[in-house]
């Protein structure tokens, strides 16, 4: 089968970009996406042509270090997968692709499909952790969690930051992403000194990298390919309230 | 081989006496560095996995001022990642009978006796203490219904230890340990270098002071100084290209080091893994693993008949071949992953495979599901079978997984001593990057353990023994030897992007994994390893002749980054051939087709490779040196493994 590619390829964060068709692209359906960008560029190379710079490394789903707009979907139409997960056997033969980096201005462009989200370690920098200096942990079942307790933060805790949430808001909110972590934290008895601190700090963090505002549109949850729910944006909600009042009755 | 000629120290300092109290009296007899001192002291620490990760933030909650460095675009991304099944702890929370000297007996003997007992020992004994911290960074580790945390059982092992989190365990791991790098990143006590590739070591009279880096978005080349420098860069498995290890791993950083006199010991020990999905087609770029804990439920068999083409569903049980309960009743499909690849290469060998593709074994859940039924068949493996799904677009709740072996896991790595250092003064190893505690052979969930044990509770003691003896606050970037590296690494550059030959470097990369699978891999011979050898030779001279960089050195080039990697791993393909020639046995994951029990079992040979193999560098066009370090027994005595 074969497909015709429309990349988008930029030289700079500062330069402009522009799509460069590639067609009659011989592919495989069960050849993976980025397997299908790497044959286009081992012709670029070969043909002593810069490659299309893209962003990938464990290409099993986990890394979160792939991702680009295809075809106007974050990851592309698989569901609840990363790009690397997604397989030609999703196309057919003859299709038009499109391919485009994340668009958020938290997100600028590095080259071509690459990004850059730096903006979200630091918003896990404002608090996304538990303060705990090595070797002062108390026994591990010393703390017992509830296994429905437990479950709902390692549902939260599998975000693996690969900013699709952004790239799929209209708005490009980060929300999805912070209130994972918020809630992650926020619903085990671990996080429970930091609670308040921490939701403050991250949402600070996050409007200060200039993501937008949640409006309840739910692209976000749709991308995620972890299926992560909007419930922990409710849960951030209600975590950022709690803060506030406990912040003004000090 | 050549007599060597590079002195290497290779005493361990590995402590005399019981060895119950070896870590504590080391620890005792070790010197420290005055708190308000520690602040005047900064340490390198290359790569953000568990290893880099846990020691960067430990190191920088002592005191100590950190730069760490990372390839990825975040500290997060690193492989360890990846790790799907579990991390291991002698916490006997099962009350199955568990202790600390049974997880050292089990690492010892499932590393099939090629380990420093010290450092085994050690690795059991913090085992429980990583799990600890762990929880309370709020891992969010796989509970029961009373609230405490659950285990299971793992390859290798009689008893339930190993801690999990779905099958994203290393995600986990690493998570906790970056959340405690960004608190410190946000201190300040951690200054992180993203998209930043070492490309050397720098040593100063005789000790490692920095690192030369190229910024991989500016292609910028940079100095970094400091009072030691710690590699935390992973394995070597992306050697035979067709590995589970993601597409950036590579063994440049420790390649550098090499070439600066770093002593690199058991290059042959790489561990094959047995559950991976099996090759596709030519366009594939890796292979993705399975976590070995499907073992626990699923059931491995293949047809009993040569060359059957029936799908699964239509071979009757009374004409498949369990194997492996077959052949080790005791173990079952619980055999240590060195056991268990062979029997599938046996089986496959034989003709007795899957359909369609003829390379793989089936692992069934048929049983598990009409035992413990569906729900808790997807409670334990459901995103393990979603991912299966997604790759091959079958669902193991209906049709048997096609598993084969794959590469995986290097236990080979950087000499290191008991304080983790190399040989050379002042540059240390942690986590996979070193070779210290899995001998021949790993055994599951050991690895997330040893990284963690290195980066949380080791090194940051041990590196104080070294830097309380340096003049703290090393910075002089434009001393020679910085200038010197500075200017290897441009030369290099230079030469690669000078090249105007008409092939990528990853067709020279997937000609090496053929050339090292084929020779180097599962079972290896004389004949084949030798005449792997001018092979490597000859692939090496065609890369720096043929290759084709495009682009420029002094911007983002991912194809120069690619270029680098591949030259490097091409180099240490030759050291990796002569090791596993040299090794005259077959121990753990290392087979010698010659060296085998009647019933095709490794057959190691004590008296003349009970040591560990250090290989030194000796310039350009030389052949690399071999040193041993004599390995000790006196606490678990070397057998012939028995799984059966």
Same mark, same amino acid.
């Given at each position: 089968?074969?497909?015709?590619?429309?990349?988008?390829?930029?030289?700079?964060?500062?330069?402009?970009?522009?799509?460069?068709?590639?067609?009659?692209?011989?592919?495989?359906?069960?050849?993976?996406?980025?397997?299908?960008?790497?044959?286009?560029?081992?012709?670029?190379? %070969?043909?002593?042509?810069?490659?299309? #710079?893209? &962003?990938?490394?464990?290409?099993?789903?986990? $890394?979160?270090? /792939? !991702? *680009?707009?295809?075809?106007?979907?974050?990851?592309?139409?698989?569901?609840?997968?990363?790009?690397?997960?997604?397989?030609?056997?999703?196309?057919?033969?003859?299709?038009?692709?499109?391919?485009?980096?994340?668009?958020?201005?938290?997100?600028?462009?590095?080259?071509?499909?690459?990004?850059?989200?730096?903006?979200?370690?630091?918003?896990?920098?404002?608090?996304?952790?538990?303060?705990?200096?090595?070797?002062?942990?108390?026994?591990?079942? %010393?703390?017992?969690?509830?296994?429905? #307790?437990? &479950?709902?933060?390692?549902?939260?805790?599998? $975000?693996?930051? /690969? !900013? *699709?949430?952004?790239?799929?808001?209209?708005?490009?909110?980060?929300?999805?992403?912070?209130?994972?972590?918020?809630?992650?934290?926020?619903?085990?008895?671990?996080?429970?000194?930091?609670?308040?601190?921490?939701?403050?700090?991250?949402?600070?963090?996050?409007?200060?990298?200039?993501?937008?505002?949640?409006?309840?549109?739910?692209?976000?949850?749709?991308?995620?390919?972890?299926?992560?729910?909007?419930?922990?944006?409710?849960?951030?909600?209600?975590?950022?309230?709690?803060?506030?009042?406990?912040?003004?009755?000090? | 081989?050549?007599?060597?000629?590079?002195?290497?120290?290779?005493?361990?300092?590995?402590?005399?006496?019981?060895?119950?109290?070896?870590?504590?009296?080391?620890?005792?007899?070790?010197?420290?560095?005055?708190?308000?001192?520690?602040?005047?002291?900064?340490?390198?620490?290359?790569?953000?996995?568990?290893?880099?990760?846990?020691?960067?933030?430990?190191?920088?909650?002592?005191?100590?001022?950190?730069?760490?460095?990372?390839?990825?675009?975040?500290?997060?991304?690193?492989?360890?990642?990846?790790?799907?099944?579990?991390?291991?702890?002698?916490?006997?929370?099962?009350?199955?009978?568990?202790?600390?000297?049974?997880?050292?007996?089990?690492?010892?003997?499932?590393?099939?006796?090629?380990?420093?007992?010290?450092?085994?020992?050690?690795?059991?004994?913090?085992?429980?203490?990583?799990?600890?911290?762990?929880?309370?960074?709020?891992?969010?580790?796989?509970?029961?219904?009373?609230?405490?945390?659950?285990?299971?059982?793992?390859?290798?092992?009689?008893?339930?230890?190993?801690?999990?989190?779905?099958?994203?365990?290393?995600?986990?791991?690493?998570?906790?340990?970056?959340?405690?790098?960004?608190?410190?990143?946000?201190?300040?006590?951690?200054?992180?270098?993203?998209?930043?590739?070492?490309?050397?070591?720098?040593?100063?009279?005789?000790?490692?002071?920095?690192?030369?880096?190229?910024?991989?978005?500016?292609?910028?080349?940079?100095?970094?100084?400091?009072?030691?420098?710690?590699?935390?860069?992973?394995?070597?498995?992306?050697?035979?290209?067709?590995?589970?290890?993601?597409?950036?791993?590579?063994?440049?950083?420790?390649?550098?080091?090499?070439?600066?006199?770093?002593?690199?010991?058991?290059?042959?020990?790489?561990?094959?893994?047995?559950?991976?999905?099996?090759?596709?087609?030519?366009?594939?770029?890796?292979?993705?693993?399975?976590?070995?804990?499907?073992?626990?439920?699923?059931?491995?068999?293949?047809?009993?008949?040569?060359?059957?083409?029936?799908?699964?569903?239509?071979?009757?049980?009374?004409?498949?071949?369990?194997?492996?309960?077959?052949?080790?009743?005791?173990?079952?499909?619980?055999?240590?992953?060195?056991?268990?690849?062979?029997?599938?290469?046996?089986?496959?060998?034989?003709?007795?495979?899957?359909?369609?593709?003829?390379?793989?074994?089936?692992?069934?859940?048929?049983?598990?599901?009409?035992?413990?039924?569906?729900?808790?068949?997807?409670?334990?493996?459901?995103?393990?079978?979603?991912?299966?799904?997604?790759?091959?677009?079958?669902?193991?709740?209906?049709?048997?997984?096609?598993?084969?072996?794959?590469?995986?896991?290097?236990?080979?790595?950087?000499?290191?001593?008991?304080?983790?250092?190399?040989?050379?003064?002042?540059?240390?190893?942690?986590?996979?990057?070193?070779?210290?505690?899995?001998?021949?052979?790993?055994?599951?969930?050991?690895?997330?353990?040893?990284?963690?044990?290195?980066?949380?509770?080791?090194?940051?003691?041990?590196?104080?023994?070294?830097?309380?003896?340096?003049?703290?606050?090393?910075?002089?970037?434009?001393?020679?030897?910085?200038?010197?590296?500075?200017?290897?690494?441009?030369?290099?550059?230079?030469?690669?992007?000078?090249?105007?030959?008409?092939?990528?470097?990853?067709?020279?990369?997937?000609?090496?994994?053929?050339?090292?699978?084929?020779?180097?891999?599962?079972?290896?011979?004389?004949?084949?390893?030798?005449?792997?050898?001018?092979?490597?030779?000859?692939?090496?001279?065609?890369?720096?002749?043929?290759?084709?960089?495009?682009?420029?050195?002094?911007?983002?080039?991912?194809?120069?980054?690619?270029?680098?990697?591949?030259?490097?791993?091409?180099?240490?393909?030759?050291?990796?051939?002569?090791?596993?020639?040299?090794?005259?046995?077959?121990?753990?994951?290392?087979?010698?087709?010659?060296?085998?029990?009647?019933?095709?079992?490794?057959?190691?040979?004590?008296?003349?490779?009970?040591?560990?193999?250090?290989?030194?560098?000796?310039?350009?066009?030389?052949?690399?040196?071999?040193?041993?370090?004599?390995?000790?027994?006196?606490?678990?005595?070397?057998?012939?493994?028995?799984?059966?």
């Amino acid at each position: 089968m074969k497909v015709t590619l429309k990349v988008w390829r930029q030289s700079g964060p500062d330069a402009e970009g522009a799509f460069e068709t590639f067609t009659d692209v011989p592919v495989d359906p069960a050849m993976s996406f980025l397997e299908m960008l790497d044959t286009v560029n081992v012709q670029l190379e %070969a043909e002593g042509k810069e490659p299309v #710079v893209f &962003d990938h490394d464990c290409r099993e789903g986990i $890394c979160g270090a /792939c !991702g *680009a707009v295809v075809n106007g979907l974050a990851h592309g139409p698989g569901k609840r997968s990363t790009l690397c997960q997604l397989h030609l056997r999703s196309f057919n033969d003859g299709d038009e692709i499109t391919v485009e980096p994340w668009r958020a201005s938290a997100f600028p462009v590095v080259r071509d499909l690459m990004v850059d989200r730096s903006s979200f370690d630091r918003i896990i920098q404002a608090g996304g952790y538990v303060s705990v200096r090595t070797g002062s942990a108390p026994d591990g079942n %010393a703390m017992p969690i509830g296994k429905p #307790v437990a &479950d709902r933060a390692m549902e939260a805790a599998t $975000c693996i930051g /690969c !900013g *699709a949430c952004v790239a799929a808001c209209p708005n490009a909110s980060a929300m999805l992403f912070t209130s994972a972590k918020v809630s992650h934290l926020g619903l085990v008895p671990q996080g429970q000194a930091e609670r308040d601190s921490r939701v403050l700090g991250m949402v600070d963090q996050m409007d200060a990298e200039g993501f937008g505002g949640c409006t309840n549109h739910r692209e976000c949850e749709a991308a995620c390919p972890k299926g992560i729910g909007v419930e922990y944006i409710a849960q951030l909600n209600r975590d950022l309230v709690r803060a506030n009042l406990g912040s003004a009755a000090k | 081989m050549n007599a060597p000629r590079t002195p290497l120290n290779l005493d361990s300092k590995a402590p005399d006496g019981p060895i119950e109290t070896a870590w504590d009296r080391h620890r005792q007899a070790i010197r420290l560095v005055n708190p308000a001192n520690k602040r005047k002291y900064t340490v390198i620490v290359v790569g953000t996995g568990l290893a880099g990760a846990s020691a960067s933030a430990t190191l920088a909650q002592l005191g100590y001022n950190v730069e760490a460095f990372c390839f990825q675009d975040s500290p997060r991304r690193a492989h360890s990642i990846a790790a799907q099944g579990g991390i291991n702890a002698a916490k006997n929370y099962q009350n199955d009978g568990d202790s600390v000297y049974r997880l050292f007996y089990d690492t010892v003997k499932g590393g099939d006796f090629r380990a420093r007992e010290q450092n085994v020992y050690r690795l059991a004994q913090v085992s429980v203490d990583i799990i600890d911290q762990c929880v309370a960074q709020g891992v969010p580790f796989a509970r029961d219904y009373g609230g405490m945390l659950a285990n299971r059982s793992f390859g290798g092992a009689l008893v339930s230890r190993t801690f999990y989190a779905r099958g994203q365990t290393g995600q986990q791991l690493l998570l906790g340990a970056y959340s405690a790098l960004s608190e410190q990143i946000a201190k300040g006590k951690v200054k992180m270098h993203t998209r930043t590739e070492m490309l050397e070591v720098v040593v100063v009279d005789g000790k490692a002071k920095g690192i030369v880096v190229r910024d991989l978005r500016t292609g910028a080349v940079r100095s970094h100084a400091a009072d030691a420098v710690v590699l935390a860069t992973g394995g070597y498995g992306n050697v035979f290209y067709f590995a589970t290890n993601a597409k950036g791993c590579n063994v440049t950083a420790a390649w550098r080091a090499y070439k600066k006199g770093a002593g690199f010991a058991n290059p042959c020990f790489t561990q094959i893994h047995p559950t991976c999905i099996p090759f596709m087609g030519e366009h594939q770029s890796k292979l993705t693993l399975m976590s070995e804990s499907l073992r626990n439920d699923g059931r491995v068999w293949v047809p009993k008949k040569q060359g059957d083409t029936r799908p699964p569903s239509q071979i009757p049980d009374a004409e498949r071949d369990y194997y492996l309960e077959r052949i080790y009743p005791t173990f079952g499909n619980l055999v240590p992953r060195d056991v268990a690849s062979r029997a599938a290469k046996r089986m496959v060998d034989e003709g007795k495979t899957v359909v369609p593709g003829g390379m793989g074994v089936y692992l069934d859940f048929r049983d598990a599901i009409a035992r413990l039924g569906r729900d808790a068949v997807a409670d334990r493996y459901g995103n393990l079978f979603e991912m299966y799904e997604r790759i091959t677009g079958d669902s193991p709740f209906e049709t048997p997984m096609k598993i084969y072996p794959a590469s995986h896991y290097t236990m080979g790595g950087l000499w290191v001593d008991y304080n983790l250092m190399t040989t050379v003064p002042g540059l240390y190893a942690v986590g996979e990057a070193n070779f210290s505690d899995h001998g021949a052979n790993r055994l599951g969930a050991s690895a997330l353990m040893q990284g963690l044990a290195d980066g949380y509770f080791v090194l940051p003691y041990t590196i104080g023994d070294f830097l309380a003896g340096e003049k703290a606050g090393f910075d002089d970037t434009s001393h020679a030897a910085f200038k010197d590296a500075e200017k290897a690494v441009a030369q290099r550059t230079d030469t690669l992007m000078s090249l105007s030959g008409t092939k990528s470097a990853d067709h020279f990369h997937r000609e090496l994994g053929h050339l090292m699978w084929e020779h180097c891999g599962m079972a290896r011979t004389k004949e084949g390893l030798e005449a792997a050898l001018p092979k490597v030779a000859d692939l090496k001279e065609r890369f720096w002749a043929e290759v084709n960089v495009p682009g420029s050195g002094d911007t983002l080039n991912q194809a120069l980054e690619r270029a680098g990697r591949v030259a490097d791993f091409i180099e240490f393909g030759e050291v990796m051939v002569r090791d596993a020639l040299t090794r005259e046995e077959s121990c753990g994951a290392h087979f010698r087709e010659e060296f085998q029990t009647a019933d095709n079992e490794a057959r190691r040979d004590d008296e003349n490779f009970q040591h560990g193999a250090i290989w030194a560098y000796e310039g350009e066009g030389v052949a690399p040196s071999r040193h041993i370090e004599p390995l000790e027994f006196r606490y678990v005595k070397p057998s012939q493994r028995s799984y059966k």
